[in-house]
Every structure is written in C-alpha cells, then in structure tokens.
C-alpha cells in the first residue's frame, strides 16, 4: 500500500503589515501582538533538510488594535542560517542528519522551538546552547547570545531543554541542561532576576534522554526521563542533537526524577511504564504528594514522522499524543 505525500512548503520571503480579514466581530478590549516561532523554510539553493525540525526558523507576528489584524514574518538571522546561504547546503547535524556539505559551522543556534519575552527582546529557544533576541516591534534579528543557565564554559559540553520554567513568586528562571561531561547527567540551573545564575543540582545518568520540558513546583524539581536516549558522547553539542543517536528500549522504563529546591537533594527516582513525551502539562503538590500531567506517546514515532524524504512529508494524520497524569507519593 503506498502513502501519499505532502510537501513541506518552505517561505521564501518575508512580509510586513499584511492586513488579515477576520470573520465576525473583534470583540471589544482585545488588543495585542501574537508571537510565534517555527520551522519555516526547509530548502536552500534546491538541496532540502532531512527532518522539519531542521527547518530554519522563522518568527511571525499577529496584532490586533482597533479592529484591525496585522500579520507579518521574518526569517531568524542565526549564524546557522547565514552560513547555509552563503555556503549554499545544508548543515551537517541537525534531526534528519541530511547535510549536504562539510563547512565548519561554529554555532548552531536555529532557535526555532520555544519563544519567550525578556526585558531586552523575545528570546527564541531550541536545543542549542545559544539564544536570540529578536526586536519585539521590527522582528529584526539583535544578536545570537549564549542563553541563561549556562555556567563558565558550559555551552561546549551540554545542550538545552528548549523550554525554561519560570517561578512566578520568585522571579527564578529554571534551566535543564544535558551535560557530556564527567560525571554525564542533567544539570538544573536558576536564574535570578538581576541575571545572576547558579548551579542549583547535578544529576548522574550514564544515558541521556531526549528532555524537552521539565516541571518545578513550590519545593520540587521533576524530570520525567522517558526510555529514548543516548550515550552522552554521541551527542552532538554543535550540530544539535541527531536522532540517530538516540535508541528507544521500551524495557528500560521511564524514570521521575524529583530533586528538592531548598537543600538541593535528590529527593527520588521513581520507575513506571514506559512512554514518550515532550511537553509538560502542568504539575502541583498537595503535602507529600506531587501530580504531574504530561502529553504522552507510546513511543516516539512523532519524531519519526516529521522525517522530509526530498522535502516531502508522508501524509496522513500524526500520532495523537493523551494527557497523561503521573501522580507521586513521596511518603
């Protein structure tokens, strides 16, 4: 039985001020600017990325004032970006893999995953060690920065969580970091409000999951490590982390990993069935009890599915993730 395909059609140019017709009435008081990052052109000069992860980053803007919607888009001016068009190919390294030259590229900061507001700009997040900061008003890139949570010389030893938590109360901002170094583990950063940052955990692991989000609550820290993972040297810091390297073993399980906020202890590994997730849904404690929902899969064939074959998608619909609740008793 053979599938029928969709292309991944990629954006060429950008665009500004476009008026967007809307249906019915905008209701009254609603005003603002919606922003969202993405993969968004997939090709340069013919040759295609391998994975739509790969896809290089375009942030877009919808605004709303007075009855009126805006839209408009630009391409990220990463160094990943710039050098694939004066080097006309593809970088080596990213999801899909699919390079189509060997340039040294020193930087890999496609941020093109998670957008968040800061004083100074939008700063868009991937794996990458290094963040942009995008003008909020022109969607101008500003510059390519190492990104909060990375301690002297860390960017060249770990990848990212692509989604920070932020404490409300506090003002904290919490970062996930996956390190190749000895010991390999995952490192739990905090950000202070004045941009002072801290080493607040490490945590041993002789493999390395595929973290994307992670949870914090009032007094935990909750890693959900699903059975898809890597050997910590065959991560690849500069070029992102490839897919290749990671192996699912369903047998292996699924382990939380609850870490204290005040005395910075491990507080429990708890092992359950296995799955595979990205995103956090919410998490909360009730005393010495911590709930945690979470968008769950079987099993990564999401990831497999976003593969482009000559910049083509298969069709059809993509695994359905459930909301899943993991309930901890810590007593």
Known sequence: MTRSVTIAASLHEENSGISLDSVGPIPAGLAGTLYSVGPGRFD?????????LDGFSIVSSIHIREKTVK???RFVSSTWYRRALIKDGIPF???????????RFPVNDNTNMNLIFRRDGLELLSYSPHSIIIDPLTLLTRETRCRPGFLNG?????IACPHPFFDEQTGER?????????PSGYIVTTTDTNGGCKLLCRIPSTRLGLIHSFSVTQRWIIIVETPFT?????????GGPSLGNFV???????????VSRSDRSMASIREMRSLFLLHHINAWETGDQITVDVAAYGDPA???????RKGKLLSGDLPPSLATRITIDLD
Do not use: E
């Open 93 to 103: 390294g990213g999801f899909g893999d699919h390079g189509t030259h060997t340039g």
């Open 302 to 308: 999401i990831l497999a599915r976003l593969i482009l």
């Open 154 to 158: 860390m960017d060249k030893y770990c």
């Open 230 to 238: 890597a050997r910590p040297h065959s991560i690849s810091i500069r």
């Open 44 to 52: 340069i000069a013919g040759k295609n990325v391998g994975h739509w």
């Open 248 to 258: 699912w073993d369903a047998a292996r399980g699924t382990r939380i990993i609850v």
């Open 71 to 73: 839209y408009a888009h």
């Open 174 to 182: 919490f970062d996930l970091l996956l390190s190749q170094t000895n």
